[in-house]
């Protein structure tokens, strides 16, 4: 479950956040429109996510959540949208890095209750070829996946392995 979180960007409001819609033509799910409106973006503690179906991992770790208005371009939720390929189907909307080359959680707008997923964009970036299969279930909502973090220890990493993640 999610304590806290660090690293957040500016305080942002309601009215960047309907721009941030009306621009892109998505609703967020209230449960992240409130996220951004208490954190705008940050890493999480603690930071793992279990992930289903994925062969070589079972957990993900969040390097850090986008927010709106980042001074860092590569953590600003509107660049993030921008720079999708337009193979991406409308409706996908990336919300977290997960540190492993361009992976990230994303939330499935084209969804009911807006299911979170891994999307594992290793074999997408370079042929650009959009694939349902990259994506893999995280949790039933973004509510849920705030609810299901873990820390190092209850997913069974010792403190060596995840300073090496």
């Known amino acids: 479950m999610l304590n806290y979180v660090d690293e957040q960007d500016?305080?942002?409001n309601a009215?960047?956040?309907?721009?941030?819609?009306?621009?892109?033509?998505i609703t967020l799910p209230d449960s992240f429109k409130q996220f951004l409106l208490q954190n705008n973006g940050g890493r999480p503690h603690?930071?793992?996510f279990a992930i289903s179906g994925l062969a070589d991992s079972h957990f993900g770790n969040i390097q850090s959540f986008y927010g709106l208005n980042s001074a860092t371009p590569g953590y600003?939720?509107?660049?993030v949208m921008e720079e999708l390929p337009s193979s991406v189907p409308h409706g996908i909307v990336p919300i977290a890095h997960t540190g492993n080359e361009n992976d990230q959680l994303?939330?499935?707008l084209?969804?009911?209750?807006?299911?979170?997923k891994f999307w594992d964009s290793y074999p997408f970036w370079g042929n650009?070829?959009?694939?349902?299969?990259?994506?893999?279930?995280?949790?039933?909502?973004?509510a849920a996946l705030l609810a299901s973090l873990k820390t190092d220890e209850e997913i069974g990493l010792s403190v060596r392995e995840s300073s090496e993640n």
């Not at 650009?128 to 973004?142: H, Q, R, T």
């Open 76 to 79: 600003d939720l509107d660049t």
């Open 128 to 142: 650009n070829i959009w694939n349902e299969s990259y994506l893999y279930p995280v949790a039933a909502n973004f």
């Open 15 to 25: 009215i960047a956040i309907d721009a941030f819609e009306s621009k892109h033509r």
């Open 110 to 116: 084209r969804k009911p209750h807006a299911p979170v």
């Open 106 to 108: 994303i939330v499935d």
């Open 10 to 12: 500016e305080p942002t």
């Open 46 to 48: 603690p930071s793992y």
